[in-house]
T-cell receptor
């Protein structure tokens, strides 16, 4: 069964509004979660590393003030896309590892964001 | 140079065929390697980890050549349900590791 749950799976919003995406680890604690974005026919690109109880670490070129990450508990990380624009339309996926280190990641089911 | 490069594909094969996917990576310090499959408009799902000694899981065989920085995935007796995009994934290492994904190779298995 799923080990990482993501919600919502699909959202359509108007340009200028904000959207919050939730990522939950199921039956395990995740001190670190990862947020990825995937554009059509492109590879997954890491946006940021979400750390429980501390600030997220953003990849180069990702605006931290636009993509707000909060990891307030060991089982929940949220990504808020603020002032969304059509170019933010993408597939956003979170992930976590059961064991950390070099263990493989498990992904949430993803959120398809469409900004009109 | 791209960090993880895969066959561009797409691959179209008949049921029962054997298919091979190739992947190269640029960072010689890479520590762990995986193959994921991604169905259309879905999240990636782990197919198998890749070990230096090579490993097999049913019809799937993964190989790693560290000297050549090359990873492969072989699917034997392909099924219709194998149709998906196959992603080569590399971990640069460290406890707060970051995975780098290839663009993926689309496989379509035809009846």
């Amino acid at each position: 069964g799923a080990v990482v749950s993501q919600h919502p799976s699909r959202v359509i919003c108007k340009s200028g509004t904000s959207v919050k995406i939730e990522c939950r680890s199921l039956d395990f604690q995740a001190t670190t979660m990862f947020w990825y974005r995937q554009f059509p026919k492109q590879s997954l690109m890491l946006m940021a590393t979400s750390n429980e109880g501390s600030k997220a670490t953003y990849e180069q070129g990702v605006e931290k003030d636009k993509f707000l990450i909060n990891h307030a508990s060991l089982t929940l990380s949220t990504l808020t896309v603020t002032s969304a624009h059509p170019e933010d339309s993408s597939f956003y996926i979170c992930s976590a590892s059961l064991a950390g280190g070099s263990s493989p990641l498990h992904f949430g089911n993803g959120t398809r964001l469409t900004v009109t | 140079r791209k960090e993880v490069e895969q066959d561009p594909g797409p691959f179209n094969v008949p049921e029962g065929a054997t298919v091979a996917f190739n992947c190269t990576y640029s960072n010689s310090a890479s520590q762990s390697f995986f193959w994921y499959r991604q169905d259309c408009r879905k999240e990636p799902k782990l197919l198998m980890s890749v070990y230096s000694s090579g490993n097999e899981d049913g019809r799937f065989t993964a190989q790693l050549n560290r000297a050549s920085q090359y990873i492969s995935l072989l699917i034997r007796d392909s099924k219709l349900s194998d149709s998906a995009t196959y992603l080569c994934v590399v971990n640069w290492g460290g406890s707060n590791y970051k995975l780098t994904f290839g663009k993926g190779t689309l496989l379509t298995v035809n009846p």
